[in-house]
C-alpha cells in the first residue's frame, strides 16, 4: 500500500499531444510536490501547491485537497518532456510520501 | 540551480564494508533528507535532519547512521553494507521558514557485492 498513488505508470504521446499525469493520495497532506527526473536521474522540482492551479510554461498543476488529489498537465508536448513524473504529498510535519512515478514518452 | 552535491557519485563496495556516503550544500538550508530509490516504489526517506546535530528516522532506517555536525554536511553511513542497500541515494535540502519544496542533489549509485 502506497499512501501516493499516480497514474497512468507508463504513457506515450505524440509530439504536441495535451498530457495529463495524476495523483491521488490517501493521507492527509498539507501540499504537493511535483518532480521531473531526468533520463540521466537528475531530480528537479516543478512545482509545489497547497491549493488550487500553478502554471510555468506549457507545465500546469492543479490540486484539489478535498478529494486528495492533483494533476500535471503538459500542453504541446515535446520529444524534451520524455522523462520520469513524481509527486510528493508532504504531512504536518517535516516529511513527504512518493508516488512511483510516471514514465512519459514523446515521440516526435 | 541549488548548490547541493553528493559525492562519491559511484561506488562499489563489499558486503559487510562500511560506506560513508556525503551531502554537501552551499544554501545554508536548514532541512536535508536521504532517501533510497529502488525500482518499484517511490523515493523512501532514510533519515532527515532539521538542524545541525538534529536527527531523526524515515521509515527505511534500519542498518543506515547520519550524522550533521555542520549545517553545509549530512552525511549517511552504512555500518556493514549488505546487497540489499544497493540503490540510489539523493540528497534533498529545504529551506524551511514555511518553505516547503526540496531540491535534490544529483544522486550516488552505491553496489554492494
Known amino acids: 500500500k502506497n499512501e501516493v498513488e499516480q497514474s497512468p505508470q507508463n504513457l506515450t504521446a505524440q509530439e504536441g499531444e495535451f498530457i495529463t499525469i495524476n495523483c491521488s493520495y490517501s493521507?492527509?497532506?498539507?501540499?504537493l510536490h511535483w518532480l521531473q527526473q531526468h533520463p540521466g536521474g537528475g531530480i528537479v522540482s516543478l512545482f509545489m501547491?497547497?491549493?488550487g492551479k500553478k502554471k510555468h510554461g506549457r507545465l500546469i498543476a492543479t490540486i484539489n485537497i478535498q478529494e486528495k488529489h492533483s494533476s500535471l498537465h503538459i500542453t504541446a508536448s515535446h520529444p524534451r518532456d520524455s522523462a520520469v513524473y513524481i509527486c510528493a504529498g508532504r504531512n504536518t510535519g517535516n516529511q513527504f510520501y512518493f508516488g512511483t512515478g510516471t514514465s512519459l514518452t514523446v515521440i516526435p | 540551480d541549488a548548490g547541493i552535491t553528493q559525492s562519491p557519485r559511484h561506488k562499489v563496495t563489499e558486503t559487510g564494508t562500511p560506506v560513508t556516503l556525503r551531502c554537501h550544500q552551499t544554501?545554508?538550508?536548514?532541512?536535508m533528507y536521504w532517501y533510497r530509490q529502488d525500482p518499484g516504489h517511490g523515493l523512501r526517506l532514510i533519515h532527515y535532519s532539521y538542524g545541525v546535530k538534529d536527527t531523526d528516522k524515515g521509515e527505511v532506517s534500519d542498518g543506515y547512521s547520519v550524522s550533521r555536525s555542520k549545517t553545509e554536511d549530512f552525511l549517511l553511513t552504512l555500518e556493514s553494507a549488505t546487497s540489499s542497500q544497493t540503490s540510489v541515494y539523493f540528497c534533498?535540502?529545504?529551506?524551511?521558514?514555511?518553505?516547503?519544496?526540496?531540491?535534490f542533489g544529483p544522486g550516488t549509485r552505491l553496489t554492494v557485492t
Open positions: 534533498a535540502i529545504r529551506e524551511g521558514k514555511g518553505s516547503y519544496e526540496q531540491y
Open positions: 501547491l497547497s491549493s
Open positions: 544554501e545554508n538550508h536548514r532541512y
Open positions: 493521507v492527509g497532506i498539507s501540499a
